[in-house]
C-alpha cells in the first residue's frame, strides 16, 4: 500500500492548511485512514482518523474543532483541513492506513496501522 502525504509549509499562528494524503493503486475508501505527528523530540502522536465508511471520525483532544479529517472519494484522497494553526502544531505529519473488515472502526494507536507515508512537514511560526 502507497501513501503519499502533501500540503505541508510555512505558515504563521493562527493561518490554516490543508494536508491530503493519496493512495496511488488503491482506494481509500477501502481502507481506515489516520493522521499522525511527530514534533522534534517527541514521540509519533495520533491527530485523528477516519473509517472505511468514512461515517466514523475520531480526534485527539487537542484536534477538536480545529482539525477536520475527510475523504474525496472522487479524487482518491484524505484530507486534514487545520485551521487557527498553533506553533506547537510544528510536526511532521504523517497519513497511514490499515484494512479492517469493520466499516465503522476508528483506531488510534501507531500499531494498529501497517502502512505509512512518507510525511509532510508544517512549521506554524509565532
Known amino acids: 500500500v502507497q501513501l503519499q502525504a502533501s500540503g505541508g509549509g510555512l505558515v504563521q499562528a493562527e493561518d490554516s492548511l490543508r494536508l491530503s494524503c493519496a493512495r496511488p493503486g488503491g482506494s481509500v475508501s477501502s481502507v481506515v485512514m489516520g493522521w499522525f505527528r511527530q514534533a522534534p523530540g517527541k514521540e509519533r502522536e495520533f491527530v485523528a482518523a477516519i473509517s472505511r465508511s468514512g461515517g466514523g471520525t475520531f480526534y485527539a483532544d487537542f484536534a477538536k474543532g480545529r482539525l477536520t479529517i475527510s475523504r474525496d472519494s472522487a479524487k482518491n484522497t484524505v484530507t486534514l483541513q487545520m485551521n487557527s494553526l498553533k506553533p506547537e502544531d510544528t510536526a511532521v505529519y504523517y497519513c497511514?492506513?490499515?484494512?479492517?473488515?469493520?466499516?465503522?472502526?476508528?483506531?488510534?494507536?501507531?500499531?494498529?496501522?501497517?502502512?505509512w507515508g512518507q510525511g509532510t512537514l508544517v512549521t506554524v511560526s509565532s
Open positions: 497511514a492506513a490499515a484494512f479492517y473488515a469493520s466499516t465503522q472502526r476508528v483506531p488510534k494507536n501507531r500499531e494498529e496501522y501497517p502502512y
